[in-house]
């Protein structure tokens, strides 16, 4: 196979982040030291996105050029004897033709969890932002549904990697609580045809504000329409983001 | 307030179990270092069981002589700010009267996750045992049902800290495959008046022999009349076991 396309999953807890960095651990960089170790050269992946220090990955896609007689099976196999147990080779698929991961996707979803009780969960403090004050998930979600739709998003796009233009397309953002054992779980799930920098993290912070009663849900819809940064809430921290799926147009 | 009950969640991956020791890092020698702080002097706790190292607690009970004016919130708030964030106070009582988390507790259920995927999943790593072969959870629930009752558990009993018998009563002992995404999540429940040491990794072991198929579900009531613990399978990592709860009798 000449070019592969593999799922990840990964815990960034550990990692700085995708992207290769000098004198960082990355996740991009452990990937590409394992997969030099088994093709016998060096290899440069591309990742669908480049997830942040501490963001996690359900199933993040990268692509390579591979040049390699190994079947995607025994790549699989190799790369997880060989990668950390922080990151896991989901899937490995061999490609005739070229992929790039990036322009080549048609639609993501991210899932933001966060944990709201007076008291933190022990083992979430990794995987999910502590709120102290309940939510009031229902406003978030009403609020939520503003958002839906295409609409320039610059009022949810950090500054440090501008896009060449700031219009997307959420197709569904639903927010819900938990039930029983994850009874103070609100989670938050946003696909789109694409994202902006940090734009999940400040359309999470910015639901939060909703959900503290802090601000009316038709807030959103006035923050979304000013087209300004400074109107929207704070960024959400890392650690409660996922990026769950990519998909990709019908491959040739 | 003299006495106090705590309970206390802890995700156990960095501690050398419950028990002080010396020169390891333990919850109990963390715990005394909190409230010796909050209170002004030494204070020696004790918990309902000494939990291994690596195993995990949503629900550990600990007791203490506190003799101070402090309101059980307040102890819980100043516990919770000093603690790390992988030890948290759920819940603070004070009494009266004294408490003996030990010999007082009549009820006690255990957890235990596995994880059966031929791929890691990395978010698990620290709070399932990785099984690589597909467990069949029918029949190792066809097993578990001949340990429910009273019996002489000598046949899961590790050695090293022997008590004075061996025959507990076990109410409960389901097993269960998730759904969704939790279809590669093996859970093992057992509720029991007291437990051995190394009772719940032994028979959890054991169960995953028949679930592996390496052995059919009567061979575990065999393993139990045998009362020898090397007819029994091997005792299951400690990083899937988690205390979930102690029951008590009604307090004066």
């Given at each position: 196979m000449r070019y592969v396309k593999l799922t990840l999953a990964y815990d960034g807890s550990a990692y700085a982040g995708w992207q290769v960095q000098p004198g960082q651990r990355t996740i991009q960089g452990v990937m590409e030291t394992a997969l030099a170790e088994i093709v016998g050269r060096s290899v440069r992946t591309m990742a669908s996105g480049r997830t942040d220090a501490g963001v996690h990955a359900l199933g993040q896609v990268v692509g390579f050029r591979a040049d390699t007689d190994l079947e995607p099976e025994s790549l699989q196999r190799a790369l997880n004897a060989r990668l950390p147990c922080d990151i896991a080779v989901l899937e490995a698929l061999g490609l005739d033709g070229p992929f790039h991961p990036v322009r080549d996707a048609v639609r993501k979803r991210y899932r933001y969890v966060i944990h709201d009780s007076p008291v933190r969960n022990v083992f979430a403090r990794h995987y999910a932002w502590h709120v102290r004050a309940r939510l009031d998930a229902a406003a978030m979600g009403t609020a939520a549904k503003c958002l839906v739709g295409t609409h320039d998003f610059s009022s949810f796009e950090s500054a440090g990697a501008p896009r060449p233009d700031s219009v997307r397309t959420i197709f569904a953002l639903p927010v819900f609580r938990g039930q029983?054992?994850?009874?103070n779980v609100v989670t938050i799930e946003i696909e789109a045809d694409g994202f902006l920098y940090n734009m999940v993290r400040a359309i999470v912070g910015t639901l939060v504000e909703v959900g503290r009663g802090a601000r009316p849900p038709v807030w959103v819809g006035e923050v979304l329409a000013s087209r300004d940064r400074g109107r929207a809430g704070p960024t959400a921290p890392p650690h409660g983001l996922f990026l769950v799926k990519v998909e990709y147009r019908t491959m040739p």
């Open positions: 029983g054992d994850g009874r």
